[in-house]
């Protein structure tokens, strides 16, 4: 009768079994130095080697030659526990046996001494399926069993385990079987059985498995039964349902193109050839998972699960993109995918989904859209791929006024070195100067200062000058803003020297402030002063949109 290929070439040694070598280690020298513990937890991804080491531990410790790290093979203890028919090394599995009944069973059969074996080896298969109720029923024998017991603990859940019986067991994590292991097992596999097997098949039966050897072996037996002696990647995608490189670089190709209208064609052409739609999303999200490992890591990275000359290919696509792009087109890839899992319409979707990443390479990131906003252009990124269309953004209409006297940089850098800032030419302030004019003078100061708040206030503010005494008449709204050390500087650089300040509250302050382009404080007035801003003008030029309402925060 015939044996499918995972069981066949089942390890029967620690030797055998595919990487692993952290739990080997500690179990090898664990029986070599007599210090077996009589509890393990062996947990991990599916079929990276749980069961198969338990059974190795268990002829390790009743091969008549042992206990022994190299069981013989040959006597009869290790035959038996090969074939599964010990009575010694019972194998229980917890998803059918998982109430307190088996469990009391179990703890009943414990009692009693191996028949012939020297350790009895009870192999829990699934052993987070285990009820609460079961587990405490099993907690006291696993604390202290006979010294003829062992109890291994087999799991793709660990955290499901109760603490208290994890406590009282030693812990071993299997890990994912590297791609480069699983392949260069499957290539000597092939050559055991006569297969003839091209290195890109093997890559694609490899990735099919996701890091576990028996869902690998598993795809292999059936590209087997499908193909033949010889296996060629094509067949070999076409039965699993999985994409070629070249297939999804045509979704790479129509980013670089900013082409939507490829994209619905990779749609129409996959319901043509009957593919699955979910598949080739999940398919999608490896790809450019892939891409932007090999943007950051390179082609050489063992973090890319492909062969050599897909490695390459991959890292001459992934030149085309950005780090930014990449991670963009992955995490909307991943959202796709999710909604494909629920979808009544699942073109529908892929196609909104691709053309989403389309619109989503057109984009800029906000840093560049501020700065032309402010009128500084970055260069352009050199990681856009010479295709891609750049979005156009408007050049700024308004040129940024030449800025008078020293900046606010250079005052401060003054004050710190004890130098007397520069003051805007002016001429010497006395009682005559009109109120407008004093009003105009710190305006501007405020605002070569970037203190807008301080403007705003000045500017609905009634002001004189009496020899060294600024005398303010304003708004109870504006006297807190105009009391700050900010307006006491401001007013020491527009007029070149201190002065003190006189504030009083009077109703003069909200009417005796007219604007330097109209008098008339009306909501008209207030719209065409916001719109006329140079950063609010920049801000549209940029970001489009349209201003339906102004408010003033003062009121």
Known sequence: MYQVIARKYRPQTFQDVVNQEHVKTTLENAIAGKRIAHGYIFSGQRGTGKTTVARILARCLNCLQGPTTTPCGVCASCQEITAGGTVDVIEIDAASNRGINEMRELRENVRYQPARDRYKVFIIDEAHQITNEAFNALLKTIEEPPPWVVFVLCTTEAHKIPATIASRCQHFSFRSVDFEDLTARMAWICEQEGIQADPEAL???????????????SALDQAIACCGSHLNAADVRALLGMFSLESLEQVSRALTES???RMLEVVDELERNGNNLQHFSRELARYFRNLLVARIAGAETRLLAASSAQRQKLMEIARSFSEEDLTRYLQLSLDLFRDLQFSLQPRFHLELGLVRLVQAGKLIPIEQALAEMSGSLPAPRPTQAAGRQATPAAAPAVAPKARTGPSPFEMDSAKKKGAPAAAPASDPVNSDVPDGDIRERLHAQLMQNGLTHLADAVEHSMMTVSGSELQVVTAKTYKLYLEDRHFETAVREAFGKP??????????????APSRQAVDRGPDDLTNRALANEEVQRFREVFGGEVRKVRNLKE
């Open 203 to 217: 890559a694609v039966l490899a990735q099919a498995g996701e890091g576990s050897v028996r869902d690998s072996l």
């Open 259 to 261: 082409n939507s209208g």
């Open 499 to 512: 002065m003190r300040i006189k504030i009083s509250i009077g109703e003069a302050g909200q009417e005796a």
